[in-house]
């Protein structure tokens, strides 16, 4: 199955159009020096340049888009609107624990890291519940969210329980720092865009009889072709990310956002990023079975490697 054509402007309505809503609506209503302002200023480090670079590059009428895939650049728009509405852009109905719930899945080292830590910062600023119920700030915001952004599905004012704090906080981080990248990111170019097999389009119409080609190659890039998507594909490679401290595992070590922060937060953080560390050496070390599969599957899966991801969203 090819999904890179799905899996790039289904990422727009699922990542990028979820929290963005959410992180304005704090700078409507939140002071720079608020925690919680802070927390998501930091996910959201570079994530509006998507804007300019989508309508000069990717969407613009003869751009990447147009060049690359079957459909033009209004159809991919009009799919992640339609996703948006439908079901990608809903806050709470598309969180992570629900959407592995669906698949039959169970474990999730990487969000339980995530929770762990945002747990730890929350508890730091809200000892108790009655200090939420007080914060004028944090309660505009979540009107501000549910009102005049409208994000759907999200959590209703006021928000008076740490846990709905911990939840929300935790699922920006993960729209930011996992869900992205598995959809965007690196992965096009490692998985989902692949060539030879994964060709961003057919050069020609399909044939409407069972059996009438001897060769699939008419139907595959040529050289001109493969050359473009592979160029567009390794522009979201980013292989200074390590030595920048621009990965996931620096998603809490920025010094602005520590700056503020007491030891407690200082030593979840360092946990947050020894745990990641731990995961991505877990995934690099993953090889072929004696069946040929590796976790059950026919390819090494890699793609959602700590240590080569942004920690941010990202274009």
């Not at 002071?31 to 340049?49: C, K, N, W």
């Not at 007080?134 to 969210?145: F, K, S, T, Y």
Request: aromatic share 12%; charged share 20%.
């Amino acid at each position: 199955m090819n999904d890179l054509f799905h899996s790039q402007p289904y990422h727009l309505a699922n990542t990028h159009d979820v929290a963005e809503p959410v992180h304005q609506a704090a700078l409507r209503t939140m002071s720079a020096r608020h925690p919680v302002r802070g927390y998501l200023d930091r996910l959201m480090y570079q994530a509006y340049a998507v804007r300019p670079i989508g309508e000069e590059f990717l969407f613009n009428d003869g751009g990447f888009y147009d060049s690359s895939f079957a459909l033009p650049n209004w159809a991919g728009k009009k799919f992640a609107t339609d996703a948006y509405w439908e079901h990608a852009g809903h806050f709470k109905a598309t969180s992570f624990y629900q959407d592995l719930f669906d698949r039959g899945l169970t474990v999730a080292p990487m969000v339980e890291a995530i929770e762990d830590f945002t747990r730890t910062f929350v508890e730091l600023y809200y000892p108790e519940e009655a200090l939420m119920d007080v914060d004028n700030e944090l309660q505009d915001w979540i009107i501000e969210v549910t009102e005049a952004a409208e994000v759907i599905d999200f959590v209703p004012a006021p928000m008076r329980e740490p846990e709905q704090l911990i939840s929300v906080l935790s699922r920006m981080a993960f729209l930011a720092g996992i869900a992205h990248h598995a959809l965007n990111g690196a992965t096009v170019g490692e998985a989902l865009g692949a060539l030879p097999l994964h060709p961003s389009s057919f050069n020609r119409p399909l044939p409407e009889t069972k059996g009438s080609i001897d060769s699939l190659l008419p139907w595959l890039h040529n050289e001109t072709e493969a050359l473009k998507q592979a160029s567009l594909l390794v522009r979201f490679n980013r292989p200074l990310l390590d030595e920048q401290e621009g990965n996931l595992p620096h998603m809490f070590s920025g010094s602005s956002f520590l700056a503020r922060t007491g030891t407690a937060i200082h030593h979840a953080e360092r946990r947050f990023r020894e745990k990641m560390w731990a995961i991505s050496d877990e995934i690099r070390v993953r090889q072929f079975d004696q069946r040929g599969l590796s976790q059950g599957m026919q390819f090494i899966w890699r793609s959602i490697d700590p240590q080569k991801i942004p920690y941010y969203l990202c274009v």
